[in-house]
Structure formats: structure tokens, C-alpha cells
């Protein structure tokens, strides 16, 4: 079965930066649109960015677009997630998704992933 690990979390100060890391076991990266989702405590899980099997196609949450940058590296298999001009409303635990469904957008919503990370906590401090 398809497996996504996420690392890459910790704690930084509003201004700063952090890059996820989001590994695909037993697929290949290409094989699946990605999805990185962000749930803040008390709030619902949001889409903050998604990016087409092919890399060609990438979408961003107003809230981080400008900031936050996604990427794919076949090669390591991996989808990052590079965020910087970090704000304190950026803290929420990031879960990294995968779909193997068609479709010419990027999926926004969370039904549309099949495949769930753990999460990575991020804190970004005042």
C-alpha cells in the first residue's frame, strides 16, 4: 500500500523559514497528485497547496500563496514543502495526501485524497 511520511516540522519564529518533506513508499512520486492539507486546533483541515502528477500544475491557498512553494523530486520520490515569511497562523499540524484519481485541476478538497501522512507539527512563535 501506498505510504507518505512527512518530516520536517519544528518550531520557528514569524519570519522564518522551514521546508517539508513528504516521501511516497510504494509508489512512485509521478504516479499521484499531491496534496498538503493544514488543521490549526479548533479548526477544520485546509488545503494549503496541491501539485499535478506530471509538476506541471501547482494551486496555493490565498493564505500562503507568495510564501509557500511546492515541489517534486522524482528521483528521492518525494513532494516538498518549502514555506517561508512564516506567520504565527501558519502553526497547524501538515498532513501530506496523495490521489491516484483523474482529474485536470488540483483537488482542494479532502475527499479527493485517498492517502493520508501522519502530520508534522509546525509552530511559529510571535
Known amino acids: 500500500q501506498l505510504q507518505l511520511v512527512e518530516s520536517g516540522g519544528g518550531l520557528v519564529q514569524a519570519g522564518g523559514s522551514l521546508r517539508l518533506s513528504c516521501a511516497a513508499l510504494g509508489r512512485t512520486l509521478s504516479s499521484d497528485d499531491r496534496g498538503w492539507f493544514r488543521q490549526a486546533p479548533g479548526k477544520e483541515r485546509e488545503f494549503v497547496t496541491g501539485?499535478?502528477?506530471?509538476?506541471?500544475?501547482?494551486d496555493y491557498a490565498d493564505s500562503v500563496k507568495g510564501r509557500f512553494t511546492i515541489s517534486r523530486d522524482n528521483a528521492k520520490n518525494t513532494v516538498y514543502l518549502q514555506m517561508n515569511s512564516l506567520k504565527p497562523e501558519d502553526t497547524a499540524v501538515y498532513y501530506c495526501a496523495a490521489r491516484t484519481g483523474f482529474s485536470t485541476m488540483v483537488a482542494r478538497t479532502r475527499g479527493n485524497y485517498e492517502y493520508w501522512g501522519q502530520g508534522t507539527q509546525v509552530t511559529v512563535s510571535s
Open positions: 501539485i499535478k502528477r506530471s509538476g506541471g500544475r501547482t
